[in-house]
């Protein structure tokens, strides 16, 4: 998957409060497939971590879809005696 074809969004997730914490922020991340537009949003304390889970996400997903497309002439053709 090449880099260009893809569009990540942070989101830091504000607290109620108002104050922000000492240390990471919790963040949304949403990495889009533009291609296909196949999307995946991960949330974690570390914006590193919620980046590689929604890129992990999008992989398998943009996997599965790939190999749901079969080549297979007897499965494009009806079974013998189905007529």
């Known amino acids: 998957m090449a880099p260009?074809?893809?569009r990540?969004?942070?989101?830091?997730d504000?607290?109620?409060?108002?104050m922000w914490p000492c240390g990471p922020n919790p963040?949304?991340?949403?990495v889009t497939h533009l291609p296909t537009m196949i999307s995946a949003r991960?949330?974690?304390?570390?914006?590193?971590k919620a980046l590689q889970a929604a890129k992990a996400c999008v992989e398998?997903?943009?996997e599965q879809s790939l190999a749901d497309?079969?080549?297979?002439?007897?499965?494009l053709a009806p079974a013998k005696g189905a007529e």
């Open 69 to 75: 497309r079969c080549s297979f002439p007897e499965r």
């Open 14 to 18: 504000r607290p109620a409060s108002g």
């Open 4 to 6: 260009e074809d893809l």
């Open 27 to 30: 963040s949304w991340v949403t």
């Open 60 to 62: 398998m997903m943009l």
């Open 42 to 48: 991960a949330y974690d304390r570390s914006q590193h």
């Open 8 to 12: 990540v969004e942070c989101v830091a």
